[in-house]
């Protein structure tokens, strides 16, 4: 492992040539919102793919490439107005929701698109199955007769994200720090404890929106 001597001299030398140019592409692959993947980028600028592994890691260990990378992984999460403020207030908005809003008088969980924006937060994913196939028969200028099909489809399951887990991730936020003594370690064993006793309990967390056959 370098000592911090050797990594100082390092960042004093000017990145050059086909790391200088995995660099670039890396950075512009942050540039155009995608996801960073050095191995794409180093066989973008011509790395061969033998070694490339051994190739990517050192690239990747580069002081001056970390650097660079930090900031403009810095830089991207400012412009997009996302940052520990942001994922603690999604976090809290999750926790707040009510959940009769997700519900109608009767009981029946609310079509996705009815749900207050703060309520679809809350959805994990969702199942949709086929109800009906519609087919409209016509006959066009010709005296052919035509048919269109129309396929009719519903929510079956929706899948909710655990409050618990949203409380979790709240107390492990970096502003909130809220299991940092002791009192507090113990509080959150206890709630990892009844996390996993509430799952064993529950089983599937996903609301079965299946309406019930006729004679049950």
């Known amino acids: ?5 050797d990594r100082q001299k390092t960042l004093e ?39 490339l592994g ?3 890691t050192q690239l990747m260990d580069d002081p001056r490439v970390q650097r660079e990378l930090t900031g403009a992984r810095a830089i991207a999460v400012e412009s997009a107005g996302i940052g520990a403020g942001w994922v603690l207030d999604q976090l809290r908005t999750m926790w707040d929701v009510d959940l009769a809003d997700l519900f109608d008088e009767n009981g029946n969980l609310l079509p996705i698109h009815e749900l207050p924006l703060d309520a679809q937060k809350l959805v994990d994913s969702f199942e ?23 396929t009719v489809t519903s929510v079956a ?4 994200a655990s409050r618990l887990k949203v409380l979790t991730q709240i107390g492990n936020h970096g502003d909130v720090d809220a299991f940092t003594s002791r009192d507090d370690q113990e509080a959150k064993k206890s709630l990892a404890e009844l996390m996993r006793a509430l799952a064993r309990a529950a089983g599937d967390s996903a609301i079965d929106v299946t309406p019930p056959s006729k004679g049950t």
């Open 13 to 51: 030398k000017p990145l050059r040539g086909m790391r200088r140019d995995a660099l670039d592409e890396m950075l512009a692959q942050l540039e155009r919102g995608g996801s960073l993947n050095p191995k794409a980028a180093c066989l973008a600028v011509g790395y061969s793919e033998r070694g």
């Open 157 to 160: 399951k929706v899948k909710l």
């Open 128 to 150: 949709v199955k086929v109800t009906s196939v519609e087919r409209e028969e016509y006959t066009d200028d010709d005296g052919y007769v035509l048919a269109d099909e129309t």
């Open 54 to 56: 051994a190739q990517v």
């Open 1 to 5: 492992m370098p000592s911090d001597v």
